[in-house]
């Protein structure tokens, strides 16, 4: 079966004007972080998760986009088509390893859009290792620079993106990793995890969208 770098970037950023206000651009980022692209992705692009998955669309990245189509096959579209198993962050290396890529030649700066650029930086942030808070000193650089490329309208997220980067680096700093996937991946929680993971604040949950 072939697939296009099209069908992922014309299913997750849709031509429906969600940039015109501050409430459907909420709607935008709260259908995507909160499951809401769920049924969709396993309904539409099993299949496709798992051609990326396998590397058979390694290919993509030689454009711009198509790395962008690739970063989404595997760092988002796992994320709901295997969610609460540990193959939903199997591909996490890989997958910002194409970003920090992208970013050096040039791939990133040649997206259009602030909420494209947005999907490399959720990528590498994602990606547990020994240089995660360095990525993250890099990111919170990449976050503010990327927040001024919003449009007028949406000047109201600017602040969003940077908070989200300085809540994921106090985890990192304090525990390492990302506690609330010990349970997935089989981690066995320290009693600091444990307070953490049952206080249920978790930086990956995103406030609901404005109203």
Not at 59 to 68: D, E, P, V
Not at 121 to 143: F, K, N, Q, T, Y
Not at 154 to 178: N, P, W
Request: hydrophobic share 40%; glycine share 6%; proline share 7%.
């Amino acid at each position: 079966m072939d697939f296009e770098p099209k069908e992922v970037l014309d299913f997750w950023f849709p031509n429906d004007g969600h940039w015109e206000s501050p409430e459907t651009h909420g709607a935008f980022w709260h259908w995507r972080m909160q499951g809401g692209a769920d049924d969709d992705i396993c309904t539409h692009f099993a299949d496709l998760t798992l051609a990326a998955a396998r590397g058979e669309l390694d290919h993509w990245a030689s454009t711009a986009y198509g790395r962008l189509a690739l970063i989404l096959a595997l760092d988002q579209f796992p994320r709901s088509l295997w969610r609460d198993t540990p193959a939903a962050f199997a591909q996490d290396i890989k997958t910002t390893r194409l970003a920090l890529e992208g970013i050096k030649n040039g791939h990133y700066a040649e997206l259009n859009h602030s909420w494209e650029r947005q999907f490399y930086i959720i990528a590498i942030s994602h990606c547990e290792g020994p240089d995660h808070l360095e990525r993250m000193a890099m990111l919170a650089d990449l976050v503010a620079e990327n927040a001024k490329t919003l449009p007028p309208q949406l000047q109201v997220f600017s602040d969003r993106g940077v908070e989200q980067i300085k809540r994921v680096t106090k985890i990192l700093e304090r525990f390492g990793r990302h506690p609330h996937r010990n349970p997935i991946l089989g981690r066995i929680s320290t009693p600091d995890e444990e307070a953490y993971i049952a206080e249920g604040d978790f930086p990956h949950v995103m406030p609901k969208p404005i109203a």
